[in-house]
């Protein structure tokens, strides 16, 4: 049925992008990303946030999810926080486990081609 979807009549087009699901003055769970803030004042403070990274099955006009990894710290005192790059190393893999047969081609932002994944 998504065979005519295909790129080429070969690979299926997988996108992938990250999205914040969540943000707050307050700290709500000890996994939080946490970015140094200045208000218009010059007032420093924190804000705390949750994103997820999602790969998305593109079939014409459908769009099917078929991997989330989370962007998260892995404690309160970590010194390098996770990032987009680091999450995307983990959700590759897991699709390559996942669907090890599947031809794929992904599409994603400018941050990829810019950095050695």
Known sequence: MLEKYKIRGKYYHIVVDGTGLATSGKRYNEKC??????DKNGNEYQEY???VLEAKL???E???SIGSEFIENES???SKQDCEINA?????E???NTYPRLK???????LYASKSI
């Open 94 to 96: 897991k699709i390559k």
């Open 62 to 64: 459908m769009v099917f």
């Open 49 to 51: 946030s949750t994103y």
């Open 76 to 78: 309160e005192d970590t």
């Open 88 to 92: 995307f190393k983990r959700l590759s």
């Open 33 to 38: 990303l946490v970015k140094n803030k200045t």
């Open 58 to 60: 593109v079939v014409g």
């Open 104 to 110: 794929i081609v992904i599409g994603a932002d400018a």
